[in-house]
């Protein structure tokens, strides 16, 4: 005969050859030690065994997994068990418990084979087309939206939200724009100059500065520094709203989620990208004259004049002309992605990164799209 007596009155069980007695009082209180008297406990011999929890004085759901485990793990040793008799009482609290099928084990990962690898990017590219197919339509309702805003600008636009949203995403933005502006333009000049100085056409680095900032890195740049910026704080700002149950408060008290919150954001960055483009340009500019002049001594003028022989307009509008477009899209994609965040800061801080990474995508997908059209068009 097999014994095991708790010390503590309170919660006790003891197995024979073929019958299992427990009693006193099987709650949490008591669970730990229990938890660890049971996973020792070895039924010997064969046979049918009775569970008689017939002296239980208090039962809680700890317990009574306790109690189903070890009938559980009696059955998986090969014996036939009997029970539990236990008071009328704790019945219901066990039957409710026996309709839970107990968690499966989890299986190890599968090594990743070429079919693993090839179902992943599969996956990975309905996902993509899902989600490009779901940006569409909310581009789409963001656009009847902006009609029927035009339409009634009094009713439908508010001036002091777009005005705040100017100031935020243009204004403040003017010191990191410039900064970054002002070293582009100096390491293209100097790449430049190192490179043409093989040919003696050292001159010929303001003609590389004009057009490539005018025409690509200008817009590009400022583009990716707003979605970083901006973009992302309209996802935080959408995001924390929806946490807070901010958004479910407007739509009960009948506000239009997309006049209120998106149209003065789309607005507002369309206004500026354009302005923050044309600074980007001039603070570009500025630092490869700056570099010109101490690395080859080509005077303001100088450059000025080589400068006026290298660009014209089009030029100037090519890189204008897409800002925009690139307005748009971040500020769309920033929005989206907000309504998006589930009522967890976790869910924040996951859609924040990927509107910045899907903004910065296709802000260069958009660019390259540009490129071709303009070449295409041999502007």
Same mark, same amino acid.
């Not at 979605?227 to 901010?246: K, L, P």
């Given at each position: *005969?097999?014994s095991?007596?708790?010390?503590?009155?309170?919660?006790?069980?003891?197995?024979?050859?073929?019958r299992?007695e427990?009693?006193?009082a099987?709650?949490?209180?008591a669970?730990a030690?229990? $938890?660890?008297?049971?996973?020792?406990?070895?039924?010997?011999g064969?046979?049918?065994?009775?569970?008689?929890a017939s002296?239980?004085?208090?039962?809680?759901?700890?317990?009574?997994w306790?109690?189903?485990?070890?009938?559980?793990?009696?059955?998986?040793?090969?014996?036939?068990?009997?029970?539990?008799?236990?008071?009328?009482?704790y019945?219901?609290?066990?039957?409710?418990l026996e309709k839970?099928?107990?968690?499966p084990?989890?299986?190890?990962?599968?090594?990743?084979?070429?079919?693993?690898?090839l179902?992943?990017?599969?996956k990975?590219?309905v996902?993509?087309?899902?989600?490009?197919?779901?940006?569409?339509?909310?581009?789409?309702?963001?656009?009847?939206?902006a009609?029927?805003?035009?339409?009634?600008?009094?009713?439908?636009?508010?001036?002091?939200?777009i005005v705040?949203?100017i100031?935020?995403?243009?204004?403040?933005?003017?010191?990191?724009?410039g900064?970054l502006?002002f070293?582009i333009?100096?390491?293209?000049?100097y790449q430049?100059?190192?490179?043409?100085?093989?040919?003696?056409a050292?001159?010929?680095?303001?003609?590389?500065l004009?057009?490539?900032?005018?025409?690509?890195?200008?817009?590009?740049?400022?583009a990716?520094?707003?979605?970083?910026?901006s973009?992302?704080?309209?996802?935080?700002?959408?995001g924390? *709203?929806?946490v807070?149950?901010?958004?479910d408060?407007?739509?009960? *008290?009948?506000?239009?989620?997309? $006049?209120?919150?998106?149209?003065?954001?789309?607005?507002?960055?369309?206004?500026?990208m354009?302005?923050?483009?044309?600074?980007?340009?001039?603070?570009?500019?500025?630092?490869?004259?700056?570099m010109?002049?101490?690395?080859?001594?080509?005077?303001?003028?100088?450059?000025?004049?080589q400068l006026?022989?290298?660009? $014209? *307009?089009?030029?100037?509008?090519v890189g204008?002309?897409k800002?925009p477009?690139?307005?748009?899209?971040?500020?769309?994609?920033?929005c989206?992605?907000?309504?998006?965040?589930e009522?967890?800061?976790?869910?924040v801080?996951a859609?924040?990164?990927r509107?910045?990474v899907?903004?910065?995508f296709?802000?260069?997908v958009?660019?390259?799209a540009?490129?071709v059209?303009?070449?295409?068009?041999?502007?």
């Amino acid at each position: *005969m097999a014994s095991l007596e708790s010390a503590r009155p309170e919660a006790w069980f003891r197995l024979e050859r073929d019958r299992l007695e427990l009693g006193g009082a099987w709650t949490i209180g008591a669970s730990a030690r229990l $938890d660890r008297e049971l996973r020792c406990l070895k039924p010997e011999g064969e046979g049918a065994v009775t569970i008689d929890a017939s002296k239980l004085e208090k039962l809680d759901s700890s317990g009574a997994w306790l109690l189903l485990r070890t009938r559980r793990a009696l059955e998986e040793a090969g014996r036939q068990v009997t029970g539990p008799d236990l008071p009328e009482s704790y019945r219901p609290l066990l039957e409710n418990l026996e309709k839970t099928k107990p968690v499966p084990a989890v299986k190890p990962p599968k090594p990743k084979t070429f079919l693993r690898r090839l179902y992943l990017i599969g996956k990975g590219a309905v996902n993509a087309c899902e989600q490009g197919w779901k940006m569409l339509g909310y581009l789409g309702r963001v656009t009847v939206e902006a009609g029927e805003a035009a339409a009634r600008p009094k009713h439908n636009l508010r001036i002091a939200a777009i005005v705040t949203q100017i100031e935020e995403t243009g204004i403040n933005a003017l010191p990191i724009v410039g900064l970054l502006s002002f070293l582009i333009g100096v390491v293209l000049a100097y790449q430049g100059v190192d490179q043409l100085a093989q040919f003696g056409a050292e001159i010929f680095t303001i003609n590389i500065l004009g057009v490539g900032l005018l025409r690509e890195l200008g817009g590009l740049v400022t583009a990716i520094i707003v979605a970083g910026r901006s973009g992302s704080a309209f996802t935080a700002q959408i995001g924390t *709203m929806r946490v807070n149950q901010e958004i479910d408060a407007m739509q009960t *008290m009948g506000l239009n989620t997309i $006049d209120t919150l998106v149209l003065p954001r789309v607005i507002g960055l369309v206004v500026v990208m354009p302005l923050l483009t044309f600074y980007a340009d001039v603070m570009g500019l500025i630092g490869g004259a700056v570099m010109c002049y101490f690395d080859l001594g080509i005077t303001f003028p100088v450059f000025l004049r080589q400068l006026d022989q290298a660009i $014209d *307009m089009s030029t100037f509008m090519v890189g204008i002309i897409k800002a925009p477009v690139f307005a748009i899209v971040i500020a769309l994609v920033g929005c989206y992605e907000g309504f998006q965040v589930e009522r967890n800061a976790a869910s924040v801080g996951a859609l924040t990164t990927r509107s910045v990474v899907e903004a910065i995508f296709l802000v260069i997908v958009l660019d390259a799209a540009f490129s071709v059209l303009f070449s295409v068009l041999e502007i």
